[in-house]
């Protein structure tokens, strides 16, 4: 398997432009996650999906974020408007499931998107 | 709430070993992991502890004390490719979220 699989690799915006950042996730993993990681703020999970359905979105900082999952092997993540304190690398990882549902505590992360907004 | 705490940083010479520690606090506990972050990289999954005890892989080495809230990376035979970020991260409570520690930025000199 390739991995997760995220594009782009470097996104350069101007303040104000939408910005849609991709992932696939390694197929046959039933949780996908959207993670940001700055300096002041480490790694700070955005929002996760179970079977293509968002579960939990309370780290998406503002109404700007927003993220979707069409089927099981395509995820977006948008900023519309983005802010240069958007600046940040963006990256997905996915998971597997245990026998019993739930999520295993390993995590496959893809390469990230370094996202600057200008 | 859920926090976990390591140290910013630690230098250590190749061919030493190096404890990382990690301490958490969190509303029910379903393991602790740790992960390696080289720079400008993803994060790599490197060990998992659920239950008491030393889980040994290769050179490193992760150790967990549930009643003390405390885990720890070990990493022995230190190679300059160590170098790198190390992250603490657990899953509490009723969900599948993993939070993170903010890492320890280890340095291994010649």
């Known amino acids: 398997d390739a991995g997760v699989i995220q594009s782009p690799r470097h996104e350069v915006t101007e303040m104000g432009q939408e910005v849609t950042l991709r992932c696939k996730p390694i197929?046959?993993?039933?949780?996908l996650f959207w993670y940001r990681q700055t300096m002041m703020r480490g790694l700070e999970l955005l929002i996760y999906?179970?079977?293509?359905?968002?579960?939990?979105d309370s780290g998406m900082p503002e109404d700007r974020f927003s993220a979707k999952m069409p089927n099981a092997s395509f995820s977006t993540l948008k900023i519309q408007p983005s802010e240069p304190r958007d600046s940040a690398v963006y990256f997905c990882?996915?998971?597997?499931?245990?026998?019993?549902?739930?999520?295993?505590?390993?995590?496959?992360f893809g390469a990230g998107t370094r996202l600057s907004v200008l | 709430g859920q926090s976990l705490e390591q140290p910013s940083e630690v230098t250590a010479v190749e061919g030493a070993i190096v404890q990382i520690n990690c301490t958490y606090q969190?509303?029910?506990?379903?393991?602790l992991s740790w992960y390696q972050q080289h720079d400008g990289g993803a994060p790599t999954f490197l060990s998992y502890n659920a239950l008491d005890g030393l889980e040994e892989t290769g050179r490193f080495s992760s150790f967990l004390s549930r009643s003390d809230s405390y885990g720890y990376l070990l990493l022995q035979e230190l190679q300059m490719k160590d170098s790198a970020s190390y992250f603490c991260a657990v899953k509490g409570g009723a969900t599948n979220k993993l939070i993170f520690g903010t890492g320890t930025l280890l340095a291994v000199q010649p």
């Open positions: 990882a996915s998971s597997p499931r245990t026998s019993g549902g739930a999520a295993k505590n390993i995590q496959y």
């Open positions: 969190t509303s029910g506990f379903y393991g």
């Open positions: 999906f179970n079977n293509n359905v968002p579960i939990d």
């Open positions: 197929s046959g993993h039933d949780y």
